[in-house]
C-alpha cells in the first residue's frame, strides 16, 4: 500500500472501502482473544454485556481524522483511556446503530444529522466482557461539541493516516488481573491509545488498507 498516494485516506476513500467490507461484516468475531488466546471462552459465552461504539470519520478536505475521546477517570470500566464514543445496548435500543449514535449525543453532543452512518465492523469481543458493534460512520465538519464531563475528559481527532498506517501499531503486555495479556498501542502526541481501542482500529487497518 502507498501511504503516500493523494487521496487514500480520504472520507470519501473510507466510505468507498468501508461499503465493500460491509458485505462481509457477519463474519467471525474478532477481539482481544486474537493476541489472547486463552481468552477464547469469551466467544462461546452467553454472558457477554452487548455495546456499540461509533468510529467518525470526519471529512476535513485535507485528509480525514477520527474522533476520539479521554473518558473520565471516576468511571467504573475503562476509566482515563482512549476510546470511541459509545457505550452499553440498552434494552430500548432497536440497533447497535441507534445505541451508537445515542451515546455519542449524549457523551459528546454530536448531533446524528451531522452523522453518515456507513457500515458495522465485526463484533469485537473485549476481555472484559462486552461484545462490542463497531459502528462506522463519516461525519460533516463544522459540527460543535458538547462534552458530557461525567463521562468524558476530553474529545481530539487523530488523522486518520496515522492510524491507519501499520508502523504506528506496537504490540505490548502488561500484566492485568494477575494475567500478563497482549495488546496493540499506539501513542499519538500526548494520548496513548491502547487495548479495546487501538484493538479495534488495528481490525480496521486490517479489513480495509491492508
Known amino acids: 500500500m502507498d501511504l503516500a498516494a493523494p487521496g487514500l485516506f480520504s472520507a470519501a476513500e473510507f466510505r468507498r472501502r468501508a461499503l465493500v ?8 468475531e474478532l477481539g482481544d482473544h486474537a493476541l ?16 456499540a ?17 479521554q473518558r473520565n477517570a471516576n468511571l467504573r470500566n475503562h476509566s482515563g483511556q482512549v476510546a470511541f464514543p459509545g457505550g452499553r445496548v440498552d434494552a430500548t435500543d432497536p440497533t447497535p446503530e441507534f445505541t451508537a449514535l445515542r451515546e455519542t449525543q449524549e457523551e459528546i453532543g454530536l448531533d446524528p444529522h451531522e452523522i453518515d452512518v456507513i457500515a458495522r465492523m465485526p463484533d ?24 458530557n464531563p461525567d463521562e468524558v475528559e476530553a474529545v481530539f481527532e487523530v488523522p486518520l ?14 500484566e492485568l488481573g494477575g494475567r500478563q495479556r497482549h495488546f496493540y498501542e499506539m501513542p499519538f502526541e500526548d494520548r496513548y491509545i491502547w487495548g479495546v481501542t487501538a484493538g479495534i482500529i488495528h481490525s480496521l487497518y486490517q479489513r480495509l488498507y491492508a
Open 36 to 51: 489472547n488466546p486463552e481468552l477464547n471462552a469469551l466467544i462461546l459465552s452467553n454472558k457477554l454485556r452487548d455495546a
Open 124 to 147: 469485537y469481543v473485549t476481555g472484559t466482557g462486552y461484545r462490542i458493534v463497531p459502528v462506522l460512520a463519516v461525519v460533516r465538519p463544522g459540527f460543535d461539541l458538547v462534552v
Open 21 to 28: 467490507e460491509g458485505a462481509f461484516a457477519a463474519q467471525s
Open 53 to 69: 461504539v461509533l468510529v467518525p470519520v470526519v471529512d476535513h478536505p485535507g485528509g480525514a481524522t477520527v474522533i476520539l475521546t
Open 161 to 174: 493516516a496515522f492510524l491507519m498506517n501499520p508502523a504506528n501499531h506496537h504490540r505490548a503486555s502488561r
